[in-house]
C-alpha cells in the first residue's frame, strides 16, 4: 500500500488530502509513524523524531494513529488476496507476498492478476496500491517499491540479470542503512559490483548474511510464500514523557514491559532461548544488550531475571534514557521442513 497509514487519514478526512501530515506524536517527545507522500518531500520519514520532522517540513500535520481503522482496511484488501490465492504471506498490516502459481481464478498471467488486484483495492477502499510482479520474492519486493506510489513493476527472467547489476546497492531488499554503507566503502556501489565479489570475500566482510547477498545479486531465493510464517522475535518497548535518569526509574519501566511481552508471549503461544534489551538515549543513540539461557522462557518472572541479569553486566545509564524495549528471539518453532523449488509461471 502507499503511504498506508497517512493515506487512510487523508481518505477519510478530505481536509488533509494533498497537504503534508505525519501520523503519530506531535510533542517534542513524539515520533513519526508515517508520512504523506506530500510531506516525504521534505524528506519526513517514519521512525523520524516529530522534531527533526518539524524543522524539516514547518507546516507538518500530525494525526493521531487508529490502528484499529487500520487493521480494518487491512482485512479488505487480504479479503481481496485471498480471492486469488491462499498463499498470501503477510509482512505487515500494508504489505504482503502473494504465489500466484496456482490461482484460484486460473489466470494465465502473473502480471493481469496484480492489474485485477490493484483496482478491486481502489474500488473497495479508495486507496492505491503498488504492486512488482517477478519469479522470487528477493525481486517481487524489490519491483514494488520502483514506481511507487500507484505503480506496477514486472521483472522477468529475461530482464532480471540486467536489472540488478545496474541496481544501486542501497536500493537493495535485506541491504539495510548501515550494511550499504558498509559495503560502499568496499566499493560496492551496485549489483554489477557485489556480483564480482566471491563468497569467501563476502562471508569475510558480513558473516552469516554474506551467503545471502552472494546468492541474491545471483537471482538465487527458493523462499517460499508461507501464509503461516512465524514470527522471528515478539517485543514490546516505551518512550516515555520524561527521561529515565535512576536505576530505580529504570527498573520500574522495565517491570511494565516485562509484563506487557510476557501476555504478547503467551498470545502467541510462544517462548524463546534470548532477552534483548534496547536502550535509546536523550540524543537518539541507541545500545542493544542481549543474554540467551539455556532453556526457553516466556513468563514474565523468566524475562524479569533475564533483564536483571543483564543490568548487572552492563552500565546502561550512561546517559539519559528516553525509550526501553525488551524483545525475544530464537524462538521456537513446530514447522514442518519441506523444500521448495524456484517459482515458474508467466508474466
Not at 16 to 38: F, H, N, W
Not at 206 to 222: P, T
Not at 242 to 267: G, H, P
Request: proline residues 3%; contains cysteine; charged residues 30%.
Amino acid at each position: 500500500m502507499d503511504a498506508f497509514y497517512a493515506s487512510v487519514e487523508q481518505r477519510d478526512f478530505p481536509e488533509l488530502k494533498g497537504k503534508p501530515i505525519a501520523v503519530g506524536g506531535g510533542s517534542d517527545r513524539g515520533v513519526v509513524a508515517a508520512a504523506s507522500y506530500e510531506a516525504r518531500k521534505y524528506g519526513v520519514r517514519s521512525a523520524m523524531s516529530s522534531v527533526q520532522a518539524k524543522k524539516l517540513c514547518p507546516d507538518l500535520i500530525f494525526v493521531k494513529h487508529r490502528f484499529s481503522v487500520y487493521k480494518e482496511v487491512s482485512q479488505q484488501i487480504r479479503s481481496i488476496f485471498n480471492e486469488y490465492s491462499d498463499l498470501v504471506e503477510p509482512l505487515s498490516l500494508d504489505e504482503a507476498f502473494l504465489d500466484v502459481t496456482e490461482n484460484k481464478k486460473q489466470i494465465f498471467y502473473a502480471t493481469q492478476i496484480a492489474i485485477e488486484i490493484r483496482k478491486k483495492i481502489k474500488e473497495q477502499t479508495n486507496l492505491t496500491a503498488s504492486a512488482g510482479v517477478s519469479f522470487n520474492k528477493f525481486l517481487a519486493k524489490i519491483a514494488s517499491d520502483i514506481n511507487k506510489p500507484d505503480g506496477l513493476t514486472v521483472i522477468t527472467p529475461q530482464k532480471a540479470g540486467k536489472f540488478i547489476e545496474q541496481l544501486d546497492i542501497n536500493k537493495f531488499f535485506g541491504i539495510g542503512k548501515v550494511t550499504a554503507q558498509k559495503m560502499m566503502r568496499l566499493g560496492i556501489f551496485n549489483g554489477e559490483h557485489l556480483k564480482s565479489k566471491d563468497l569467501t570475500f563476502l562471508t569475510k566482510h558480513f558473516g552469516k548474511s554474506g551467503k545471502y547477498y552472494y546468492e541474491i545479486v545471483r537471482l538465487n531465493d527458493n523462499r517460499p510464500v508461507n501464509p503461516n510464517r512465524i514470527r522471528k522475535s515478539i517485543g514490546a518497548e516505551n518512550t516515555f514523557f520524561d527521561d529515565l535518569k535512576t536505576i530505580n526509574e529504570v527498573e520500574q519501566k522495565l517491570e511494565n514491559i516485562s509484563e506487557e511481552l510476557a501476555k504478547r508471549m503467551q498470545k502467541s503461544q510462544a517462548k524463546g532461548k534470548t532477552l534483548t534489551l534496547k536502550v535509546k538515549f536523550n540524543d537518539f543513540t541507541q545500545i542493544t544488550r542481549s543474554k540467551t539461557f539455556p532453556f526457553y522462557i516466556s513468563k514474565q518472572y523468566n524475562i524479569t531475571d533475564g533483564w536483571k541479569q543483564i543490568l548487572e553486566e552492563h552500565d546502561i545509564l550512561k546517559k539519559p534514557i528516553r525509550l526501553l524495549g525488551l524483545s525475544v528471539t530464537n524462538l521456537e518453532r513446530n514447522q514442518i521442513q519441506k523444500k521448495y523449488t524456484q517459482l515458474k509461471f508467466e508474466f
